[in-house]
């Protein structure tokens, strides 16, 4: 700007000044593009609900009497694993992490179902 000077700074802001007015002349406010709104999306068509499947009804079978555990010479036969054992008990709990309510439960034993082998 120093080798500008006054008359040179005057010159050029009196160019733009007058760019600016005949830019406004030429392209009024009301003849600017803007863009336009986006049409509103319709929103997608209903989804058709699916019909269930038709399905036979299932036929009922009863439940088998509950089979007590095998008793025999050695032990009480595991219904789970089929080893022999003489406390039941025991190896329900410690090598099938089950107890014996919830043995009794799974399989539909009584109460006093026995789980030791009786001793001679």
Do not use: W
């Not at 000044?17 to 830019?23: E, H, I, P, Q």
């Not at 439940?63 to 032990?75: F, M, N, R, S, Y």
């Not at 190896?91 to 009584?110: I, N």
Request: hydrophobic share 40%.
């Amino acid at each position: 700007m120093q080798g500008l000077g006054m008359v040179g700074l005057v010159f050029i802001i009196g160019f733009y000044s007058v760019k600016m007015l005949l830019d406004k002349q030429q392209y009024p406010p009301e003849r600017v593009l803007r863009p336009q709104p986006a049409p509103p999306v319709p929103p997608p068509p209903p989804v058709p609900p699916v019909p269930e499947p038709v399905s036979a009804p299932e036929p009922v079978v009863e439940a088998p009497a509950p089979a007590l555990p095998k008793v025999t010479e050695q032990g009480i036969v595991c219904p789970i694993c089929e080893n022999v054992y003489k406390n039941l008990r025991q190896h329900l709990l410690r090598g099938h992490k089950l107890s014996v309510e919830a043995y009794r439960e799974r399989f539909g034993l009584p109460a006093d179902t026995p789980m030791t082998f009786p001793l001679k």
